[in-house]
């Protein structure tokens, strides 16, 4: 077997792998999603805000704080900032 073989080899398992992640990110992207439903239904039942600063700021807090990388802090907080956005769409 060539190197280039044993690469594309190599290669193939690893993103196999990130499917694998992919496909599992999906799952707990649309759990999350689901939960923003019933926060957004229990916000509306009771005539509450839909944007709460406060709470996303903790929360972008604790997840940078936690993140042990190799994303950098400042990653993470990106995601997380661009998932609590657009799930917020969810319950307008």
Do not use: C, T, W, Y
Not at 15 to 25: F, H, M, N, P, S
Not at 53 to 65: N, Q, S, T, V
């Amino acid at each position: 077997m060539s190197n280039s073989e044993q690469v594309r080899g190599q290669l193939a398992i690893l993103r196999e792998d990130i499917d694998k992640v992919d496909a599992e990110l999906l799952r707990l992207l649309n759990q999350r999603a689901e939960l923003v439903l019933k926060v957004g239904e229990l916000k509306k039942a009771n005539n509450l805000a839909v944007v709460h600063a406060d709470r996303e700021k903790i929360l972008l807090a604790r997840l940078g704080a936690e993140n042990s990388g190799p994303l950098p802090k400042e990653m993470v907080v990106q995601l997380f900032q661009q998932i609590i956005d657009i799930l917020k769409q969810l319950q307008r």
